[in-house]
């Protein structure tokens, strides 16, 4: 089984409007992390956001929010007042376990912004 | 603001040969990584390394692939003998204390001929 699933190769939004790219993760360690990566065009890992499994509030970074709901093992990265700018290739990443370690990436989302 | 560099930002090798490819990580960081992206493929976790020792590796992490933080500041990938299939995207990435982000590097392209 995939340990990180994306299931949105490509999404379009409207400039200024919000989105929502969609993670779900598999695990059975009761401590790990999601994180979000940005990679542009020019091929850059931008890290965008971090979410703990025992951070009981969601996390927030500017724009970026990233919607946590354990049960369901989502991690949706949700980016409010879209701008041109973010369009990219997004990747949802999770690390396993308490001590630093390999994250493993999901497939990844191109974001396109429409004017 | 502090960010891991990676040098060179492109090499092109004959099959066969060795490649080294280095970082520079954040300097207060104590976690290390090296992480490669296929063209067009997902970002895949090759190696881990702290406290001088590697602490974590994947299964594409063989004996062709070695580590090294030879000083206080550099920390090098070296493909001994590279294949058509090592041609890809390698990041360099590091974590500080609390590893709860990895602040990549701009990549290394690498392509083999």
């Known amino acids: 089984a995939q340990k990180i699933t994306q299931t949105q190769p490509g999404m379009f939004v409207q400039e200024k409007e919000a989105v929502t790219l969609d993670c779900t993760y598999d695990?059975?360690?009761?401590?790990?992390?999601l994180f979000w990566y940005k990679q542009p065009s020019s091929g850059e890992m931008i890290f965008l956001i971090y979410q703990g499994s025992y951070d009981e509030q969601n996390a927030t970074e500017g724009r970026y929010s990233l919607n946590f709901q354990k049960a369901r093992k989502s991690a949706n990265l949700v980016i409010s007042a879209s701008q041109l700018g973010d369009s990219a290739m997004y990747f949802c990443?999770?690390?396993?376990?308490?001590?630093?370690?390999?994250?493993?990436f999901g497939d990844g989302t191109t974001l396109t912004v429409k004017p | 603001e502090p960010e891991v560099t990676q040098t060179p930002s492109h090499q092109v090798t004959q099959m066969g040969q060795e490649v080294i490819l280095r970082c520079v990580p954040i300097s207060n960081h104590l976690y290390f990584y090296w992480y490669r992206q296929i063209l067009g493929q997902k970002v895949e976790f090759l190696v881990s390394?702290?406290?001088?020792?590697?602490?974590?590796k994947s299964e594409i992490f063989d004996d062709q692939f070695s580590v090294e933080r030879p000083d206080g500041s550099n920390f090098t990938l070296k493909i001994r003998s590279t294949k058509l299939e090592d041609s890809a995207m390698y990041f360099c990435a590091s974590s500080d204390v609390r590893p709860e982000a990895q602040y990549f590097g701009p990549g290394t392209r690498l392509l083999v001929l």
């Open positions: 390394f702290y406290n001088n020792e590697i602490s974590e």
């Open positions: 990443a999770m690390r396993e376990g308490p001590n630093a370690g390999k994250s493993t």
């Open positions: 695990t059975s360690d009761q401590s790990y992390g």
